[in-house]
């Protein structure tokens, strides 16, 4: 799970929380720079229920991976910020948790200088969307050649990429689309990161 969001929002302060680490969480944008990254238990209160019914010799959690991202800005797409590394550290996520700035503090600095968590939500996922537009790009000039020989799954694949570059397009995040399973499946296999669960 990737914690994204504009600099300076408290990123590395949730991931601190979340894994008890102690990951640098200064009042300064890009404090974090590379990905700070903890595995940690999911509480489970049925784990705990049948631990006490069995007793058995060794209690294993569930873990999950966290990945404290460095901000976002606008025109990360473009490699503004450092942008397109970061964008390739979401890349290797299966979820996103979205830090929004919701608090005023005049002692806080904000990279937009006012707080407007409406307007911050939709730069990063503007950001996200105009990533994978290009990324969408490049894969279907790469497809095109092959779906041209007649291959009956690079044109569907083809046909799919195309239908989600429209949807994109149209600024919509490619999650908020409604295919059945099989496409969804396929749909994984691109990597594109406004798919992954919010």
Known sequence: ????????????????????????????????????VSIVNVPDKRLDALNKLISPEKLIHTTVKIVDIAGLVKGASKGEGLGN????????TD????????????????VENTINPLRDC?????????????????????????AKSNDPDAKKDLALMKDLH????????????????EKMKKIKTFNLLTSKPV
């Open 122 to 146: 939709e730069i990063i996922e503007t950001e996200l969307m105009l990533a994978d537009l290009d990324s969408l790009d490049k894969q279907i000039q790469n497809l095109s050649k092959k």
């Open 1 to 36: 799970v990737g914690i994204v969001g504009l600099p300076n929002v408290g990123k590395s302060t949730l991931f601190n929380c979340l894994s008890q680490s102690k990951a640098q969480s200064e009042n300064y944008p890009f404090c974090t720079i590379d990905p700070n």
């Open 95 to 110: 979820a996103i948790i979205h830090v929004l700035r919701c608090f005023e503090d005049t002692e806080i600095t904000h």
């Open 166 to 181: 429209v949807l994109l397009s149209e600024g919509k995040p490619v999650r908020s689309a409604s295919f059945d399973y």
């Open 85 to 92: 590394k970061f964008l390739s550290n979401i890349r290797e």
